[in-house]
T-cell receptor, first 116, second 114 residues
Framework: AQTVTQSQPEMSVQEAETVTLSCTYD???????LFWYKQPPSRQMILVIR??????QNATENRFSVNFQKAAKSFSLKISDSQLGDAAMYFC?????????????FGQGTILTVHP | GAVVSQHPSRVICKSGTSVKIECRSL??????MFWYRQFPKKSLMLMAT?????????EQGVEKDKFLINHASLTLSTLTVTSAHPEDSSFYIC??????????FGPGTRLTVL
């Protein structure tokens, strides 16, 4: 079974600084997708970034980028120029590719605090 | 695009009653919808996966007779908590996806059973 591990229960960063959230996963599949979701205090899950395993290039979305190390099964999220609005719980998630129904396996989550 | 709504956002009910939660994909047709349960500061726990027009697939340990899921159309799925008890109090979140696509989440429903 696939597992996703986020080893940092909590992280903090100063406004305008950079922070990296860690995520490792375990799978025997070759075709899969990885995601970072953000859950602010409103509890609305928001997709931050998505990475296809077959793509070597790391995904980026504005201030958010990932470091995808396929061999090491590592998928970290870097937030640059942190803003107060980035404060949230962040979840790393895995989904198998192919014709699966698209079940997501979530990590435990990392609570990010942004200090002004 | 890819907006998912949930109704109600909050519900309080008495023990023994049933509660229905609706999940709608507003601007796309969702071949698959998912129902999650989340405790405070914890991860999402998948309860079941439903495909339009077929029976839901429940995760191990989830009582299918207690958590009834109906996916009647490509834009609507419902979760009914039957004979609710205080231990069913939780935050319930749905998500929707086209086949093989990214899941988009609803805003969640907070259920409190007195």
């Amino acid at each position: 079974a696939q597992t996703v591990t986020q080893s940092q229960p909590e992280m903090s960063v100063q406004e305008a600084e950079t922070v990296t959230l860690s995520c490792t996963y375990d799978t025997s599949e070759s075709d899969y997708y990885l995601f970072w979701y953000k859950q602010p205090p409103s509890r609305q899950m928001i997709l931050v970034i998505r990475q296809e395993a077959y793509k070597q290039q790391n995904a980026t979305e504005n201030r958010f980028s990932v470091n995808f190390q396929k061999a090491a099964k590592s998928f970290s999220l870097k937030i640059s120029d942190s803003q107060l609005g980035d404060a949230a719980m962040y979840f790393c998630a895995y989904r198998a590719g192919g014709t699966s129904y698209g079940k997501l396996t979530f990590g435990q989550g990392t609570i990010l605090t942004v200090h002004p | 695009g890819a907006v998912v709504s949930q109704h109600p956002s909050r519900v309080i009910c008495k023990s023994g009653t049933s509660v229905k939660i609706e999940c709608r994909s507003l601007d796309f047709q969702a071949t698959t919808m998912f129902w999650y349960r989340q405790f405070p500061k914890k991860s999402l726990m998948l309860m079941a996966t439903s495909n339009e027009g077929s029976k839901a697939t429940y995760e191990q340990g989830v009582e299918k007779d207690k958590f009834l899921i109906n996916h009647a159309s490509l834009t609507l799925s419902t979760l009914t908590v039957t004979s609710a008890h205080p231990e069913d109090s939780s935050f319930y979140i749905c998500s929707a996806a086209r086949t093989g696509d990214t899941q988009y989440f609803g805003p969640g429903t907070r259920l409190t059973v007195l």
